[in-house]
């Protein structure tokens, strides 16, 4: 069967789309990929039904992927709504996975990068007798992010 469908990216709507770009970038291991987007016009109005906003931001490519991977695509518009603070368990999308060498000090290099914690670590044996050590925090707008790593 010839493949028709790629997974292609995940959209972030930030505030400050610079300042979560690198956040991500210097903790992630994301690179850009230019050239940055800036959108206005009669098309962005139509497709996204938002008269007279503008659209800023770039697509990260996301670490272990390789070129063809997908992105983290993270963008602010000049004309935003109010945002809902996440919550692990709001049906809906709820959070990134970011798998990582050591839980701990990934999580204390966004706590000093101005994110903050959602729960405790914790490690858990799944049903294949796998280990996994994971937490949740949330990034420097919010948006949950988790971070696990592995044991056989």
Known sequence: IEKTMRYAHTNLIAKDWQALSRFYQELFECVPIPPERHYRG?????????VGTELHGQHLRLP????????LEIYSYTVSEEAVFPAVNRPGFAHLAFEVTSVEQTQSQVLAAGGSKVGDIVTQQIAT???????????????ILELQSWQK
């Open 64 to 71: 272990g992927y390789g070129e063809n991977g997908p992105t």
């Open 42 to 50: 009669e098309m962005l109005e139509k497709g996204t039904g938002i």
């Open 129 to 143: 007798g796998a280990k996994v050590t994971w937490c949740y925090v949330r990034d420097p707008e919010g948006n």
